[in-house]
């Protein structure tokens, strides 16, 4: 493939792919920061036992907080997939002599692209995209169903006797029912699915995935699958807690769970293809794709000269036992 070819492929898709991220964070900054998207107001019943339970509080309060949710899981798997692709990346330069063309990618006439820099973008790219990804389904599951968390009436602080609750079973559907804090019964209504269990499941699943199918080091045989079952651990106890102090529901939850697994299934096995990559590639690019590929089984057909060769041989070791 010519330099200037495999220059313009190179950056035309690095620009289709930063569109596409740009495009996905913008999406998800709607849906969090902006009313662009009206949530869906839900009616409820009075004294409805499912939506009394007590409120502990905002979010900042909880047992596991927002922020430092979302800061372990953006900071953790990109720091264990940077450290383990730069120990495997040295493991792997110092245990061949190869030269310095068949340690960089050409990407143009003046460009050389380090093989540890670009496998890490991509492991990585893919992740935060995933991550966002995650969001924006979340998000919008949140304002299509409007679902009331368990201690909803309690932030709402319905008016029973305006409203006429003398009948339990009266169905109050307009949103000038509640009196309370409008921030709080806004967060109270954004419940399904569970956007802390979605965003835990996915990062503990991709980053136990990557740590499966990529480190291969001896003695790691148990150690891979007793880390890949403590990150699980800790998602599904962020999502055990959001039940626990009354944020959530069970199907909130659970259907959390269900996203964040799909999301990550899908970009290991399709996108990333369980982390299968080299680390240094060869010189020739148009050899390397030729030697990655898979080989045809094709029949063999022997020509009438082997058949003649063969025949003679045949002969010649009768002759002599």
């Known amino acids: 493939m010519p330099p200037e070819r495999d220059h313009r492929e190179f950056y035309t898709y690095f620009g289709v792919e930063l569109v596409i991220m740009a495009g996905t964070v913008m999406l998800a900054y709607y849906f969090e920061y902006t009313d ?9 019943f009075c004294y409805d ?41 040295l493991m792997q330069y110092t245990s061949k002599d190869l030269d310095t063309r ?20 991509r492991f990585l790219g893919v992740y935060m995209f995933g991550l966002f990804t995650t969001d924006i389904f979340v998000n919008a599951g949140q304002v299509v169903t409007g679902n009331l968390a368990p201690h909803f009436l309690t932030v709402c602080k319905p008016n029973y006797t305006a409203l006429g609750c003398q009948q339990a079973l009266r169905y109050i559907s307009h949103q000038e029912a509640c009196t309370g804090n409008e921030e709080d019964i806004l967060r109270a209504r954004k419940t399904f699915p569970s956007k802390e269990a979605a965003l835990s499941v996915y990062a503990a699943l991709y980053l136990a995935m990557y740590i499966t199918c990529t480190v ?59 982390f299968k ?16 590929a898979p080989m045809m089984s094709m029949p063999r057909v022997e020509s009438p000269l082997e058949k003649y060769i063969a025949s003679q041989n045949h002969i010649a070791f009768d002759e002599v036992t």
């Open 49 to 89: 036992s499912a939506y009394t339970k007590p409120y502990l509080g905002p979010e900042e309060t909880s047992a596991i907080p927002p922020a430092v949710l979302y800061a372990v899981v953006a900071g953790v798997p990109t720091l264990v997939i940077t450290v383990t692709e730069a120990v495997l990346f």
């Open 216 to 274: 291969k080091a001896k003695g790691t045989r148990l150690a891979k699958p007793v880390m890949s079952l403590g990150l699980m651990c800790l998602a599904f106890l962020t999502g055990i807690n959001r039940v626990a102090e009354y944020r959530n529901h069970w199907s909130d939850v659970i259907a959390g769970f269900i996203i964040g697994v799909a999301i990550a299934t899908f970009l290991v096995v399709c996108v990333v293809h369980n």
């Open 102 to 121: 068949k340690k960089t990618i050409v990407t143009g006439d003046c460009c050389y692209l380090n093989p540890l820099v670009r496998r890490t973008f």
């Open 36 to 44: 662009t998207f009206n949530v869906h107001v839900q009616g409820f």
């Open 277 to 292: 990559g080299k680390l240094l590639l060869s010189e020739d690019p148009q050899q390397e794709s030729m030697s990655s």
